[in-house]
């Protein structure tokens, strides 16, 4: 018998998750900010709230998590309210977190914290916000992880989440590139939800990189993707002076979990419009 997962915030990322632990016989209810979207939810089978994380929670947020684990889903959009926003947000959440009968947060954070050193990283690069190129994000998982023992936790900084629509072409299509010998940290979205689903399966608690194993450079990439999907390709042009980079490790997820990924080259990603 599965447990209740609540999942704040059914995304891009969320809702086909919602989906997979559905089909596996998980109960899933699941967040929206939009009212029009509810329906959508509902009809998929998820027990759906529409909950708004702004200055004070907007929503049945309590409802959300009666449930034995919560995975949080949501955009820091720090760009829009400022860097404070997200940790305020996840703030409320842990608050909400702590008078519910949640047992294990999953968190879904972002490769993002890893500041660019010219070398492969691992979990431990960054364990505190002074050493971060995302200081808020890290400010948010450590929010998470003063659950700690009262609740589990699971840190997931994800890459580029690609896939489907998110086409690499579709945004470089004409422009200027100076960054393409630069090697990207992708994840496809199958493969982001296949290893969330064998992370609770496995209840595996800590902090891990989910990244596709292998590094194309973005010349490689985009050139690939422009051909396939007959966008105009970038002009590629070398950079003033060397454009600065990370390998991000995803070696402790596969070795923890055995995940076996389904698009390890980011060349061979599945999309679809």
Known sequence: MHPTISILGCGWL??????????E???????TTSAEKLPLLTAKG?????????HEPQGNLADL???????????????RYGDNFHPAQIQQVVEAVRQSPVRWVLYISSTSVYPEQRRE??????????????????????????????RQTTILRCGGLMGYDRIPGKYIAGK?????????????????????TSVLEQHVTGVFNVVAPEHPTREEIYRKSCADFGYAPPTFVEP?????FKIISSKKVKETTGYTFKYPNPLDFYYGQ
């Open 25 to 31: 016989g998980y109960t899933v209810k699941g967040s």
């Open 46 to 54: 998820i027990d759906a709230y529409k909950v708004q994380l702004t």
């Open 65 to 79: 998590l009666n449930a034995e684990i919560l995975l949080i889903d949501i955009p820091p959009k720090a760009g």
């Open 240 to 244: 003033n002076e060397p454009i600065a």
């Open 176 to 196: 200027t590139v100076d960054s393409g010998a630069v090697p990207v940290n992708y994840i496809h979205r199958d493969d982001a939800v296949g290893i969330i």
């Open 14 to 23: 969320g809702l086909p998750l919602a989906e997979r632990l559905l089909s």
């Open 121 to 150: 990283v691992t979990e431990e690069a960054v364990t505190n916000p002074e050493l971060s190129a995302a200081p808020s994000l890290v400010q948010a998982e450590q929010l998470v992880q003063r659950l700690l023992p009262e």
